[in-house]
């Protein structure tokens, strides 16, 4: 029943922007902790970005600090990752996940950026 659906991304030229948001059902959202992974062709899941239940996020993939944002709406169960100045190297499968402090945790399916000409 818990469902983690990203949507979001797709084709972006090199410099370019897009947003990808995460939709949340099936838990309390407000009592998880959600968090951006990515994993670029050929390499390792990595954690892009994170933020707590009480809404301070923090950007861990120093590459990515300063151009992505990560921020949630507990209204909409929803957290949103917005991705600015976009370059090859941020060609992805972009995972939402979702944790409980203490509990269960949460994957998503993933969706696809690709930093493209």
């Known amino acids: 029943q818990v469902k983690l659906v990203e949507s979001g991304g797709g084709l972006v030229p090199p410099g370019g922007s897009t947003r990808l948001s995460c939709a949340v059902s099936?838990?309390?959202?407000?009592?998880?902790?959600m968090r951006w992974y990515r994993q670029p062709p050929g390499n390792q899941r990595e954690l892009v970005a994170e933020i707590g239940t009480d809404g301070g996020g923090t950007i861990s993939t120093d590459s990515a600090k300063g151009r992505f944002t990560i921020s949630r709406d507990n209204a909409k169960n929803t957290v949103d990752l917005q991705m600015n100045e976009l370059n090859s190297d941020d060609t992805a499968v972009y995972y939402c996940?979702?944790?409980?402090?203490?509990?269960?945790?949460?994957w998503g399916r993933g969706t696809q950026v690709t930093v493209s000409s």
């Open positions: 099936g838990i309390t959202f407000s009592r998880y902790i």
């Open positions: 996940h979702a944790e409980k402090p203490g509990g269960p945790e949460f």
